[in-house]
Structures are given as structure tokens and as C-alpha cells.
Nanobody, 128 residues
Framework: QVQLVESGGGLVQAGGSLRLSCAAS????????MGWFRQAPGKEREFVAS????????NVADSVKGRFTISRDNAKNTVYLEMNSLKPEDTAIYYC?????????????????????WGQGTQVTVSS
């Protein structure tokens, strides 16, 4: 079992920045792929970014490429999502997710249903 707790959301003006954090506990952190997803009202949960256990591989959705960066600090059992040049369409609840290595390839982990563990989410609101 892995417990995930997100933080860092809030209200920001368009063009601004936020850094989300997700603290993990319960198992060996490096055994898990980590991902960020978001869900806006009335929409499906959408892939944002993922990172391998060591941090050597990263994948970012086209919609946020060049603006968002995913990283992890394995010594702190924490994954981050640095969000720059925020737009109103980035408004959503952002969720952290984890999946143990070995069940799926890294490339397959852009789908929410392939993650076993989820945080409670943190709201990000970007005003125009």
C-alpha cells in the first residue's frame, strides 16, 4: 500500500506559476512509477505527466509540454509538478498517482486506470 498526499494548489493569475508536491508513504518509493493527472468539471481525468522510479524517464502531455515539468526527490519520497505559464484551461483538480514497477511499461502509464494508488487531489484555479 502507498499513501499519497498532494499539496501546493491554489488560485493564480494566467501566466503565473505553481509547484505541486505529492508526498508518498508506505512502501519503497523508488519501486513506483509516479504520475500526475487532472480533471476539470464535466471532463474525464486527463494525463499530465509521469516519471520512472529512478527519475531518468519522463513523459509529459502535449497540452502542457514546455510549460510543466515533473520531477522526483527519492530521498524525500516526493514527486513534484512545476507548472509555469499557466492558462485558464489548466484549471482542474490535480491528482498524484502511483503504480508499482513491472505491471505496465512506462509508455503505458498515460492511462488513469493503470494506476493503483491515488491522492485526494489539489485544486488549481487559473484566472484570466
Amino acid at each position: 500500500q502507498v499513501q499519497l498526499v498532494e499539496s501546493g494548489g491554489g488560485l493564480v493569475q494566467a501566466g503565473g506559476s505553481l509547484r505541486l508536491s505529492c508526498a508518498a508513504s508506505g512502501r519503497t518509493f523508488t519501486d513506483y512509477f509516479m504520475g500526475w493527472f487532472r480533471q476539470a468539471p464535466g471532463k474525464e481525468r486527463e494525463f499530465v505527466a509521469s516519471i520512472s522510479g529512478s527519475g531518468s524517464r519522463r513523459n509529459v502531455a502535449d497540452s502542457v509540454k514546455g510549460r510543466f515539468t515533473i520531477s522526483r526527490d527519492n530521498a524525500k519520497n516526493t514527486v513534484y509538478l512545476e507548472m509555469n505559464s499557466l492558462k485558464p484551461e489548466d484549471t482542474a483538480i490535480y491528482y498524484c498517482a502511483a503504480q508499482i514497477l513491472g505491471l505496465y511499461t512506462f509508455e503505458e502509464l498515460t492511462t488513469a486506470r493503470r494506476y493503483s494508488y491515488w491522492g485526494q487531489g489539489t485544486q488549481v484555479t487559473v484566472s484570466s
